[in-house]
Every structure is written in structure tokens, then in C-alpha cells.
């Protein structure tokens, strides 16, 4: 038999027997779906975990805290070491950190020294302008979640910002507002108190033995934390590291469901029909052929319901990232299908399927 007059008599057998094929459709969907969620939260964290950061960064925040807003450094102590820093070849940026619900989203609110967005925070500005009095900028995470566009105004603890520019960032800054530590100061009526304190060494500087002299200082010692931003991300991930072989294991679990379902599938098909498989094998359809027949409505089945789950599981995580953000401590951490996740997860369908379809 030619392949396309068996393509064609498979289509028919579907069309023919459309509402089992509606059925049988609606579970391998759903089966598909709750793989790629898994597997798009798995992949997420691994390269959340392994994202690359500049090793002359330091990040000082107090000690024990894992997330960041807990943390409290008072800006007496910052002036009172900044000198000392400084002429160890080093910028001190000191940053006010928070996050909350603003126009009903769940974000980072940072508040730094405009003159360090760019040098020490590595903020890229994408569109629109660097902010003045009353503005904010956000990050393109942000607005691609959110929602949010330039010119938008944003209330934040009661006072109305505009959106003046998109700016580029990666990592744990990848859904942030940006506001000027001045704005912040005033807005949150804390003049005296920063979160997170980011010192930058300069070209040459060893920033390791840096961060343990800082580490080191009398007015520091004991009380305070000094890593890289390797580190920091490190103590985030150690949050859903667990997590992230629990999701894979998970993943692994719904893919083999596919097995279950076309098994289920092939297997009511054959029963509720043996009268036609019975009229094939007279006509002269070998047991080969009859297989081959079977493996083919299966394959087709299931690229439609793996088709069908990545339209759906897309769309679900889309409205999941807007609505109920995953917030990982202090970060946001962004649930996507990857290209990985896909090109892997289709023909592992598939094997499955053409094994619950053998065994049935």
C-alpha cells in the first residue's frame, strides 16, 4: 500500500470514529500538557541556576539572610566604610530592595544611585529615557509580563510614577522596578537604611581577597555577608534545588503516561471495532499491516495532542507568570517552554505512544 493511500485511510478511520478520536485526544492533550509544565519549570530553574555573573561584583548583605529585603545595613556603616572601600580600588553602590504587589503585579522594587545603573548595576537601556524626578524605569521582563508600556503611570505606596524608560537585566533582576535611591528615600520615609550594598571592584583588583578584607573589616566582621553574584544566585536556587529533581522525576512521569493513554486508546478502538479489523484481515491486510495501521493512528494522535498541549500549556503559563508570578525568595523566576523542552519531549511522545500501541 502506497503512503499516502495509507495516511488517507488513516485520517478517514479517525474522522470515522470521531468521537473516540475526540476522547482519546483529550487525554493524550492533557497528558502533554502537564509534561511540558513540568519540564518548562525544570529547564527554567537549571538556567536560572547557571547563569553566568561578573566575578568583580561583590553583594553585601546581612548575615544568615536569604532574602535580601530582610536585610538591613544602615547608611552610617556604609559612609563609614565607603573611604576605606574606595581606596581599595572598589565602588560602593548602596541599594534599597523590596518586593510587592504594584497595580495588583508582584515585582522587585530597586532603588540605586542613578549614576550606577549603568556601571555597576549593568542596566542597557532598551527604549524611551533614563528617569528624572517622579519617574521609574522597568525592566523588559517586567513589561513583557506586566504588560506595563512607557508613558504608563505606576502607584507605588500611594504615589503616582511614570514609566519612562525599558531597560535590559538578566538574572534576579529580570522583573524589576527601577527608582532613583533619592525617590525611595522619600517615598518609604527610610533615609538611613539601605538592604543590599554592591561594592564593584576595579579592573585589576583581586576582587576575592576584596570581599574577604571587607568581610574582614571591625565594623563588619560577624555581622555582615560578602559573596559574589554567583553566590547569591546559588543561595536562591538552593531554594527549589529539591524542587528541580522533583519536577524532573514528575516530567519523566507524565511523558510515560502517554504510554497508558495511547495503550487505553488503541486498545477501546479495537474492541469496540473488531468487526472492521476482522473485515481488513479478510480483505487481505496482514497482521504486519494491520500493526503498521495502528502505530500510524497512534503517531497521528498524538503529534495533534502534542500540537494542541503546547498552544495550551503556553497559554496557561503565559496567564501563571502574570497572575501568580513563581516567586523563588526574592526572585521572580519565569516559567517558559524552551526550544529544548520541545524538541525533546516530541519524540519521547512519540516512542511512548508507539510502545502503548505495540502493547495494546
Not at 537601556?125 to 524626578?133: F, H, I, M, N, V
Not at 500540537?307 to 497559554?315: K, P
Not at 516567586?327 to 511512548?352: D, F, I, M, N
Request: aromatic share 8%; with cysteine.
Amino acid at each position: 500500500m502506497k503512503l499516502a493511500q495509507t495516511l488517507w485511510m488513516v485520517l478517514a478511520d479517525l474522522w470515522a470514529d470521531r468521537s473516540r478520536t475526540a476522547l482519546s485526544l483529550l487525554t493524550l492533550t492533557l497528558m502533554a500538557m502537564g509534561y511540558m509544565i513540568l519540564a518548562g519549570f525544570a529547564e527554567s530553574v537549571r538556567l536560572f541556576s547557571q547563569q553566568a555573573a561578573d566575578r568583580r561584583v561583590l553583594v553585601m548583605v546581612e548575615r544568615g539572610v536569604l532574602d535580601p529585603m530582610n536585610s538591613r545595613i544602615d547608611a552610617a556603616l556604609v559612609e563609614e566604610i565607603r573611604p576605606w572601600v574606595e581606596a581599595e580600588g572598589a565602588h560602593v553602590s548602596p541599594c534599597q530592595f523590596r518586593h510587592m504587589r504594584i497595580e495588583g503585579q508582584l515585582v522587585q522594587l530597586r532603588a540605586c544611585p542613578l549614576e550606577d545603573w549603568q556601571p555597576v548595576h549593568h542596566l542597557q537601556l532598551a527604549r524611551g529615557a533614563w528617569p528624572a524626578g517622579g519617574e521609574v524605569a522597568i525592566t523588559e521582563g517586567a513589561s513583557r509580563s506586566t504588560g506595563w508600556q512607557i508613558g504608563d503611570r505606576l502607584t507605588i505606596y500611594g504615589t503616582s510614577f511614570t514609566i519612562s524608560g525599558l531597560v535590559r537585566a538578566s538574572g534576579t533582576k529580570f522583573l524589576t522596578v527601577w527608582m532613583a535611591l533619592e525617590d525611595s528615600r522619600r517615598l518609604f520615609e527610610v533615609p538611613d537604611r539601605y538592604q543590599v550594598v554592591v561594592i564593584q571592584a576595579a579592573p585589576g583588583v583581586d576582587a576575592e581577597k576584596l570581599s574577604a578584607a571587607v568581610e574582614a573589616h571591625p565594623s563588619l566582621a560577624g555581622r555582615f555577608d560578602v559573596m559574589f553574584l554567583d553566590a547569591l544566585f546559588n543561595r536562591y536556587t538552593e531554594v527549589v534545588r529539591g524542587l528541580l529533581g522533583v519536577s524532573q522525576v514528575l516530567a519523566l512521569a507524565a511523558i510515560t503516561l502517554v504510554v497508558l493513554g495511547s495503550y487505553q486508546a488503541t486498545r477501546l478502538s479495537l474492541e469496540e471495532r473488531s468487526r472492521s479489523v476482522a473485515i481488513l484481515r479478510v480483505a487481505g491486510f496482514s497482521e504486519g499491516q494491520l500493526h503498521g495501521l495502528l502505530q500510524l493512528r497512534s503517531l497521528w494522535m498524538l503529534t495533534l495532542a502534542f500540537l494542541f498541549g503546547v498552544v495550551l500549556a503556553a497559554g496557561l503559563l503565559e496567564f501563571a507568570n502574570r497572575s501568580t508570578p513563581l516567586q523563588v525568595q526574592s526572585v521572580q523566576l519565569e516559567v517558559r517552554l524552551t526550544l529544548l523542552v520541545l524538541l525533546s519531549g516530541y519524540p519521547l511522545s512519540l516512542a511512548c505512544a508507539a510502545l502503548g500501541t505495540w502493547i495494546s
